[in-house]
């Protein structure tokens, strides 16, 4: 006898993990299930580019980073050869242009990454990479620098998004992948990254798609055989608790918090926790940045991936803090708030 299903599975705030759900319910709305299920059993997804953005969108970000290439480089010989056997990341580039600024908060990326790094990440980097025709391409590898244990656990501990600014092909130089190795939770022996070199599957997508991964999954690159420039943009996400690759919680501006939406200043960790000074851990601060995020613990109120309205005054920078400085009238107050608080947060859980 046939079993029938008649009603689907409906996706509540359940308290056990009501983060989740919503950003379950939001990849549902942007057909993105599939690139769930690619992430778990095989290690990386392709999303193609008109569920990243409309055409005029990626057209924005190529014209943007070409431009920052050039400034930084030179301009391009139309030969297609200025980049020969180079194979480079040209970094902080997330304040050159506001499609940037964009890009980091695109639905489909950053929804991908937090179902595998959580909705409190941070931004570890932001950059762009151009290879060109020849000999430049990257070894097999992890992105999990974790060296002091045998065996990885079994959740990434960061995410990247590579959004492609132009076309990827074997011939192009792409990136390639060895599906599933993720499972193995382990990075590759010396012998394996040669044996993996040309074996690994690479990615045949246009340009505006994006590849998104977690750092478990051995990936590499082919060389490039044709003239031109590969382009890509790099995206790195971090659970809250790791440094960071790059220094945005530094260098973030209290106007680039105030026309972007409150998820942005996540991203940016500037209500971040650590690291301690001798005063401790700044309660103030971290009462005013529960609306955005609570650091390590992802149960700050969930954000929505299509949340653009600039959060304006409701965000601020990181203090300047004096780590030298100790005041024990303050410490004495601020550890009696904590009391209090740890106090009343029991009794909710008793009633």
Known sequence: ???????????KDWASCPNQAKLYRELA????????????????TVVPPEKVAPPAFHARVKDALVRVMEGRFGALDPDGMTWKDRNQIFRM???????FEELVLNPAGLGLVQY??????????FDGWVK???????????????????????????????????DY?????????????????????????????????AVEAPAGSMVIWGDLTWHGSMLRSTPGERLMVLGTFHRPFMQ?????RQVVTQEALARNPLRFAGLMDVYGGFPFGKQDFDMDRGREGNAVSNGVLDASPYLSLFDREPAGDRVSLRPDYDYHAFDLEAHDAQREAMRKMV???????SA
């Open 132 to 166: 060109g025709p020849g000999e430049g391409r990257t070894a097999i590898h992890r992105d999990n620098w974790d060296f002091t244990r045998h065996a990885s656990a079994p959740e990434p501990n960061s995410a990247n998004f590579n959004y492609l600014v132009t």
């Open 29 to 44: 709305q942007l057909d993105l299930l599939e690139n769930i299920a690619e992430l778990d059993v095989f290690g990386f």
């Open 343 to 349: 106090e009343r947060a029991q009794k909710g859980d």
């Open 244 to 248: 960071t690759q790059g220094p945005y």
């Open 1 to 11: 006898m046939a079993i029938s299903v008649e009603h689907e599975m409906q996706i």
């Open 169 to 201: 092909s074997a011939e192009d130089g792409a990136i390639t992948f060895v599906p599933g190795s993720h499972k193995w939770r382990r990075p590759p022996t010396p012998a394996e990254v040669e044996e993996w070199a040309d074996k690994a599957e």
């Open 116 to 125: 595998l790094v959580g909705t409190n990440c941070i931004l570890s980097l």
């Open 93 to 99: 580039i997330l304040w050159e242009d506001r499609v």
